[in-house]
């Protein structure tokens, strides 16, 4: 992935064609840029989402949010602001713009605010557990996980894995042991210490509280809940869409925080449907 200096700092990207489809080349269909989660490198798009886009016809831009090694990791802090910025440079370098746009969990946010502060560069937006603010659950989460940060120490790699995988799956995916397994096995094996841009990220501000300003929001937004999460609860997803003129709403059964992945054949076809409607 090359690395390019916008909004004054590296962000490493990588944009993808189906030359089968002549889409390899800038311009030859239309760019969808996908924004990822906490922690989260934009690689993980790539297990589902880019081979389906691509097939579709489209071009696909991933790439790693300030936070994630080799873009800048920010370790100082980070700021909603400083995201939409990132995105709206990354998508002005593309030079490919209005681009469809999808994001999830802090991605979505992002998403959600360059829809409100730059619809020039947005053709249609998606927030995958989209939310305008947080419940008390979710702060009292984060500041526990600011605390674990803070004082250094690590969890055994099973209860590690353990606590991601019920926070982040659906019951009716744990219920299945091959597929309980295939996971648990992953965490483990992916888990570990926590880098300085990745605390970064999970100390951005958790008090935002913004309906009211969302309903300034005018380009086409897809809001999607998942129904088993509990990072992001479906319900904080359907007010998003509630609260954005003229939003749709989408709830995918069976599928926690990563449902993208857990429910990747759903997601990508609801995903599709509205980026190639009329609206």
């Not at 590296?10 to 030359?19: E, M, P, T």
């Not at 489209?58 to 400083?82: K, L, Q």
């Not at 999830?104 to 730059?118: D, K, N, P, Y």
């Amino acid at each position: 992935m090359p690395l390019a200096t916008v909004n004054g700092i590296s962000l490493n990207y990588q944009v993808k064609g189906d030359r089968a489809k002549g889409t390899d080349t800038k311009g030859a269909a239309p760019l969808v840029v996908l924004i990822m989660g906490t922690g989260s490198p934009g690689r993980v798009w790539e297990l589902h989402q880019v081979p389906a886009l691509l097939a579709a016809g489209y071009r696909v831009c991933t790439f790693d949010n300030r936070g994630i090694a080799p873009s800048f990791e920010s370790t100082a802090g980070i700021a909603i602001e400083d995201m939409v910025a990132d995105t709206a440079a990354l998508i002005e370098l593309l030079d490919e713009g209005p681009a469809l746009v999808a994001g999830t969990s802090m991605g979505a946010r992002v998403t959600q605010e360059l829809a409100l502060a730059r619809p020039d560069l947005v053709r249609k937006a998606v927030f995958l557990a989209g939310h305008a603010r947080l419940d008390l659950f979710q702060k009292t989460l984060s500041a526990g996980e600011h605390e674990l940060d803070a004082s250094g120490v690590r969890m055994p790699a099973k209860y590690d894995a353990a606590l991601t995988a019920v926070m982040n799956l659906s019951p009716a995916t744990l219920a299945d042991p091959n597929a309980a397994r295939d996971w648990l096995d992953l965490f483990e094996f992916t888990g570990g210490p926590v880098s300085p841009g990745v605390r970064a990220q999970r100390r951005m501000d958790h008090e935002f509280d913004r309906l009211q300003a969302y309903r300034g929001i005018r380009v086409p937004c897809l809001s999607i809940g998942f129904a088993d999460d509990r990072m992001i609860p479906a319900y904080l997803s359907r007010e998003l869409a509630e609260a954005i003129p003229g939003a749709r709403y989408q709830e995918i059964p069976d599928a926690g925080h990563y449902g993208y992945l857990e429910r990747p054949e759903a997601v990508n076809k609801v995903l599709l449907d509205f980026f190639a409607g009329s609206r």
